[in-house]
């Protein structure tokens, strides 16, 4: 038997916040966990700073995209470790913003299924591509032909960021103060699985990946290595 939402809520699990680049995942977990009152931890910014504060898209280009994901599952491992158990002076719950290619490692799925509330952002091509293009922050994975990589890394990743979702939420165009308004209503629904029928389904997606831990089974409908 599924395990009370409330228990796995008690156990104060880290959010994440998975989907695409230009999403908003960053910007709108630093707001939720001010609001929260927690850390936020941007898993690109920590892989940053274990390379002495180089970019992310510099550490592509000197030691290829393999590297980054070992350096990127290191640091999510040690984000949802830390978050979970309170060690290294983390607190215990926290906001984790993951980058967009988290789900194209299968360790990295199996472990925030397994400790974590995942948020999916998802929003369509055409606003990411319009966001993106206006970003500082460029991202190796889309350098040349931005829309065609954007619907090729969607197509393959998708399936992924949907098996992994307690939560998904489409953004559409909305700016970042009303994502962050839409993601904690959601939460709230969660918390409180007594509000409404959608936060018993979200409640039972959570308590489903308890269990499922228990179990030993794991999420992962494509084939991230
Ligand atoms: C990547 C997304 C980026 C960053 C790196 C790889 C990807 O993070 O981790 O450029 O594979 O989609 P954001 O999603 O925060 O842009």
Redesign the pocket.
């Known amino acids: 038997m599924p395990l009370p939402l409330s228990t796995v809520i008690a156990t104060a699990a880290p959010i994440a916040f998975v989907g ?3 999403v908003g ?2 910007a709108v977990a630093r707001r939720v966990a001010t609001a929260l009152g927690v850390e936020c931890i941007d898993i ?1 910014a920590e892989v940053s700073a274990v390379r002495g504060g180089q970019s ?2 510099s550490i ?1 280009d000197e030691i290829g995209e393999d590297e980054f994901r070992a350096l990127e599952t290191a640091a999510l491992l040690d984000a949802l470790d830390g978050a979970r158990n309170g060690v290294r002076g983390r607190a215990r719950r926290a906001v984790i913003a993951t ?3 988290v789900v ?1 490692r299968q360790r990295n799925l199996d472990a925030l299924r397994r400790q974590a509330l995942v948020v999916w952002l998802r929003s369509s091509d055409d606003v990411l591509a319009d966001r993106l293009r206006s970003s500082s ?1 460029r ?3 889309l350098d040349g032909d931005l829309e065609a990589n954007l619907t090729r ?1 969607r197509t393959r990743r998708e399936p992924l960021y949907r098996a992994l979702a307690d939560i998904e939420i489409d953004v559409g165009s909305a700016t970042i103060p009303q994502v962050v308004e839409m993601v904690l209503s959601r939460l709230s629904a969660v918390e409180d699985p007594a509000q409404d029928g959608e936060a018993a389904q979200d409640g039972e997606a959570v308590a489903t990946a308890v269990v499922d831990e228990v179990a030993g089974t794991g999420a992962g409908t494509g084939a991230p290595r």
Do not use: H, I, N, Y
């Open positions: 695409m680049a230009g995942k960053s690109d992310v898209s592509f980058g967009g290619g194209e922050v991202r190796p994975l890394l």
